[in-house]
C-alpha cells in the first residue's frame, strides 16, 4: 500500500511540473497621463507677459505641450524648451538631469498657477519666483521638490515637426519653438574650428548664413558633450530651437544630430579659390571684357548705401586696402554700408561700362556675408588730383575739403550738382530719373555755405562723385552745437508738405511703444517728452524697449506725414541713443470725445480711456478693428495680424484701455499689449 501511494504521489508531482509555463509574460509597459486637460496654449500664456516684468499667475491655467528641447547634451542648462500648436517657450526647472524625468519627445502637463512668466534678454521663460542677481531681479526655476506639483509626464515618443524657414522670414512668436534652415553653412570654414571651447566656462556663438547671405548665430555652450566637435565645412540643414538674446537672434541645437551638413558650399568652389586683392583683379583688364578664368576670391567692404537709391538696386560698391570696384549683380542685393564681403570671381564678366569697370552679371547668391558696422576711412584728395588720376580712386571713397556746391538751375541735389574746391570742378550726381530709381534725398536742398564732401569716385562718361546719404555733406564752420528741442517744437516745423529739418536739433523722449508684442512695424516707436509725442521710423530694425528714454539727432531727417501720421522718417539708428531705461509715461485720463476733439495735439500721445465697451463687426478677437465706445463717443482701436495676442478675444464688459493715439487714414488708438486692457 505504501508503494502505491508513493506511485501516486510521484504521478501527482510528474503532472504539476509539466504544467509550469517556463515563458513568462512580459510586465505591463506602464504609459503615464496627464490627469488634466488643457484650458489654455502656450500661446496665450505668452500673451501675460509685461516687458521687465515678473507676472505670477494667479489662475488655474493649464497647458499641454511635447518637450523639443532638454539638458541631456549640455547644451541647454537647468531647462526645457516646451512647445504646443500655438507657440513654444523655456520652462526652468532647478537641477541638472532634467532631461532623465521629461525627455525631447515627452507630452507634459504644466500646471501654471503658482508659477512666474518673466524674460532673460528678451526671451521669454517660465520658472517660479524670482531672486536677486547682481542687484538685480532674475526669474528662477522650478525647485526639484516641487516640481511634480506643477509638472506632469505623460506619453513618451511624441513628434514635433520643426517648422521649415529662411532665417530672414524668422517671427517673434515662433521663439522657443523648432526650426529647420536649409541650405545654411558656417561662415568660418576653418577645419579646426570646434562648435565652442571645451574646458571655457562659457559659450560660443558661431555665424551661419544662408546661400541668400542672411545670417544667424548658433549658440553652444562650453559644458555641451559636442563642444570639442569640429564643425562642418560643408552646406546643408540644420534643426534647432528658435532664440534670442537682447537684440541678437540666436539658434540652438540640442546635439549634432541636428546638423547635416554634406553638400557644397553656397559658393560651389569647395574651397578651392585663391585670395586676391580688388586691385590684383583691376589689373587683369587691360581695355576688353574678358571673363575671369581662374579660381579667384575678394573680399572687402560694401561703402555704398542700398537704401537711399542713388545707386541701381542691383550695384554696390566694393573696397579694400588697395583699391575699390563696382559690382553689378542678376538681382536686387540686401547687402548694407559697412558690410564684409567675400566672393568667388571665378567665370565673372570684368568689363568696362561708360568708363566705369566693374564685375558684371554676378550670381546675388555669390557674397557670403563675413561681418558687418565696417568702416572705411575716405581718402583725401583735390578735385584736380581726382581729375588727373581717375583710374587710381575710381570706386574708393574720398573726401573733397572746403568745396562749394552750384547748379545751373535749382538747388537741390537731384540731377547734377558741381562741386568746385578751387583746384578744379567734378560732377556730383544724384538719381532722378522720373519713374525709375530717384534717390532718397533728390528733392532736398543742398546747402550754399563751405562743405566737406564724402563720396564715391565714379565715372559715367565723364568723371562724378555719387554720394551715400545726405550725411556724407558736413558744413564747416558751423560750430558743431546740437541744440535739444521739444517734440512740440519739432512737431510745429510742419506745416503740411513734407520737409527735411535742416538746423542741428536733437529731441529726447520716452518710448510708449512695445516692439516685443509686434503691434507695431520692428523699425517704427513712439516716444514722448513732456510736450508731445511723435512717431519715429528707423531705417533697420529698432532696439528700444518700453520706458527707454532716447535722444535723437534730426538734423537732415525727413518730416513728413503718412496716411495722416506726423512722423520723423528714414531715420538711421546711428542718429540715436539710450539713455535711460525703466522710465515711465503717466497717460491723460480723457473721454473717447475728448481725444476727438484734440485729437492732433494728442497725436502719438499716450492716453487713458474709462469705462469703454467694445465691440465689432464681425469675429470676437482684437485682430483688426475693434470700436471702442465710452458712452461720449465711438473711436477705432487698431490690432495688426501678426501682434501676439491679435487671436485673443477682446472683453465684452466694460473695460479701461491705455493706448497710443495714431492715425491711419482715419483717427485710431493703438494697444500695446493686453496688460493695456483692464477689467
Keep these: 500500500m505504501k508503494q502505491l501511494q508513493i506511485v501516486f504521489f510521484s504521478l501527482c508531482l510528474l503532472i504539476v511540473v509539466s504544467c509550469i509555463k517556463h515563458d513568462f509574460d512580459a510586465p505591463p ?94 526671451l521669454i521663460q517660465l520658472g517660479k519666483g524670482t531672486y536677486l542677481n ?64 571645451v574646458g571655457g566656462g562659457s559659450f560660443l556663438n558661431l555665424d551661419l548664413t544662408s546661400c541668400d547671405n542672411n545670417k544667424i548665430i548658433l549658440h553652444n555652450s562650453d559644458f555641451a558633450d559636442f563642444s570639442g566637435d569640429k564643425i562642418p565645412v560643408k552646406n546643408g540643414t540644420i534643426v534647432g530651437v528658435f532664440g534670442k538674446f537682447n537684440a541678437d537672434n540666436q539658434l540652438l541645437i540640442r546635439n549634432l544630430n541636428d546638423v547635416q551638413f554634406a553638400k557644397d558650399p553656397c559658393g560651389g568652389s569647395g574651397g578651392q579659390d585663391v585670395s586676391k586683392s580688388i586691385l590684383e583683379i583691376r589689373n587683369l583688364f587691360s581695355g576688353t571684357t574678358i571673363n575671369i578664368s581662374d579660381n579667384y576670391k575678394i573680399k572687402g567692404v560694401v561703402i555704398s548705401d542700398r537704401t ?46 561708360k568708363g566705369l569697370l566693374q564685375l558684371n552679371n554676378l550670381k546675388i547668391t555669390s557674397p557670403k556675408l563675413i561681418s558687418s558696422g565696417n568702416t572705411v576711412t575716405p581718402k583725401v584728395v583735390s578735385i584736380k588730383n581726382l581729375n588727373t588720376s581717375i583710374e587710381n580712386y575710381e570706386s574708393q571713397l574720398v573726401i573733397i575739403k572746403n ?43 543742398f546747402p550754399i555755405s563751405t562743405v566737406d564732401v564724402v563720396a564715391i569716385a565714379s565715372q559715367f562718361t565723364s568723371n562724378q562723385l555719387l554720394l551715400r546719404n545726405l550725411s556724407d555733406v558736413t558744413v564747416i564752420g558751423g560750430g558743431g552745437t546740437v541744440e535739444l528741442k521739444s517734440i512740440q517744437e519739432i512737431r510745429s516745423l510742419f506745416s503740411g508738405t513734407k520737409l527735411n529739418i535742416a538746423n542741428d536739433y536733437k529731441i529726447k523722449g520716452i518710448v510708449t511703444s512695445e516692439k516685443n508684442a509686434l503691434n507695431i512695424v520692428a523699425q517704427n516707436i513712439y516716444i514722448q517728452d513732456n510736450s508731445s509725442a511723435i512717431a519715429v521710423r528707423f531705417t533697420a ?97 487698431f490690432t495688426r495680424s501678426q501682434a501676439l495676442f491679435s487671436g485673443t478675444a477682446f472683453n465684452v464688459t466694460p473695460v479701461s484701455v491705455t493706448a497710443i493715439v495714431s492715425q491711419f487714414t482715419s483717427k485710431q488708438l493703438l494697444i500695446r499689449t493686453l496688460a493695456d486692457i483692464v477689467p
Excluded at 137 to 161: H, K
Excluded at 585 to 608: C, H, N, W, Y
Aim: glycine share 8%.
Design 541 to 637: 530694425t529698432q532696439p528700444y524697449n518700453l520706458g527707454d528714454e532716447i535722444e535723437i539727432n534730426v538734423k537732415g531727417m525727413e518730416l513728413s506725414e503718412f496716411n495722416g501720421l506726423l512722423q520723423i522718417n528714414n531715420v538711421p539708428l546711428a542718429n540715436s541713443s539710450l539713455i535711460n531705461i525703466g522710465q515711465t509715461i503717466t497717460p491723460k485720463s480723457l473721454t473717447i470725445q475728448q481725444v476727438i476733439d484734440q485729437f492732433e495735439a494728442l497725436e502719438g500721445q499716450l492716453v487713458k480711456i474709462s469705462n469703454v465697451n467694445m465691440s465689432k463687426s464681425s469675429g470676437s478677437t482684437y485682430s483688426g478693428t475693434v470700436i471702442l465706445n465710452d458712452g461720449t463717443n465711438s473711436i477705432d482701436m
Design 134 to 197: 547682481n542687484g538685480r531681479s532674475s526669474l528662477s526655476g522650478l525647485e526639484d521638490a516641487v516640481a511634480n506639483q506643477f509638472v506632469f509626464a505623460g506619453p513618451r515618443n511624441q513628434t514635433v515637426i520643426p517648422k521649415v524657414k529662411r532665417i530672414n522670414d524668422l517671427r517673434f512668436s515662433e521663439l522657443s519653438t523648432l526650426i529647420q534652415f536649409d541650405d545654411v553653412e558656417f561662415v568660418d570654414k576653418n577645419p579646426n574650428q570646434t562648435f565652442a571651447t
Design 29 to 122: 509597459i506602464k504609459v503615464d497621463s496627464i490627469p488634466f486637460a488643457a484650458n489654455s496654449s502656450i500661446a496665450e500664456l505668452k500673451n501675460r507677459y509685461v516687458a521687465g516684468k515678473f507676472i505670477d499667475i494667479t489662475d488655474e491655467l493649464n497647458i499641454i505641450a511635447t518637450v523639443i528641447a532638454d539638458d541631456a547634451s549640455g547644451n541647454f542648462y537647468k531647462t526645457i524648451v516646451i512647445q504646443d500648436s500655438t507657440a513654444g517657450i523655456e520652462l526652468k526647472i532647478n537641477r541638472s538631469g532634467i532631461y532623465t524625468t521629461y525627455p525631447i519627445g515627452m507630452k507634459i502637463g504644466v500646471k501654471c498657477k503658482g508659477l512666474t512668466i518673466g524674460d532673460y534678454g528678451g
Design 403 to 445: 568745396a562749394k556746391l552750384s547748379k545751373s538751375s535749382g538747388n537741390t541735389y537731384s540731377g547734377t550738382v558741381k562741386v568746385d574746391d578751387n583746384t578744379d570742378v567734378i560732377d556730383l550726381f544724384t538719381a532722378f530719373t522720373v519713374g525709375g530709381t530717384i534717390a532718397t534725398f533728390a528733392n532736398d536742398v
Design 308 to 353: 537711399t537709391n542713388n545707386i541701381n538696386g542691383q550695384n554696390l560698391f566694393l573696397q579694400d586696402a588697395t583699391a575699390g570696384i563696382a559690382l553689378r549683380f542678376n538681382a536686387k542685393h540686401s547687402f548694407n554700408v559697412g558690410d564684409e564681403l567675400e566672393l568667388s570671381v571665378t567665370g565673372v564678366e570684368l568689363s568696362d561700362f
